[in-house]
């Protein structure tokens, strides 16, 4: 019961210093830091100012875009073949540049006009190159 009552006094005390050396800081700080809000305040002020002149910016480019992005939005969503929704996972893309939905995946499947067998020889080209044996001299 002394201890704990010892240990409590001992704690007062040290919150007691802790905040008088709080108190020394913020009599040390200028004037002009006491007088501007806490720094989550600044940053939500100046997160809302970006915002409210980003959608200035955007609202005057708006009608411009807009006809762009949809264009955009529509190839990528839907299959090229059937025109389904792809959905979260955004299709499969084929080498052909369009975008297909799990049916019409596969080149034999949406009529598909890359050449693979181009691509496979000179894929082959590439990666086995001629070799011929210097001629020797038969003795």
Do not use: W
Request: proline share 4%; charged share 30%.
């Amino acid at each position: 019961s002394i201890q704990l009552h010892r240990f409590s006094h001992h704690l007062e005390q040290r919150d007691q210093e802790e905040r008088d050396q709080g108190d020394a800081q913020e009599q040390q700080q200028p004037q002009q830091q006491q007088d501007q809000p806490p720094m989550e305040e600044q940053d939500s002020r100046a997160v809302n100012s970006k915002d409210g002149a980003a959608n200035q910016d955007t609202s005057a480019d708006s009608g411009q875009d807009q006809d762009g992005n949809q264009a955009q939005d529509s190839t990528k969503k839907r299959c090229d073949k059937c025109g389904k929704k792809l959905g979260i996972t955004g299709g499969f893309p084929c080498r052909c540049g369009g975008t297909y939905c799990a049916v019409h995946r596969y080149s034999d499947r949406h009529e598909c006009n890359f050449d693979y067998r181009q691509m496979g020889a000179i894929q082959i080209r590439r990666d086995n190159p001629v070799v011929v044996a210097s001629k020797l001299r038969k003795l």
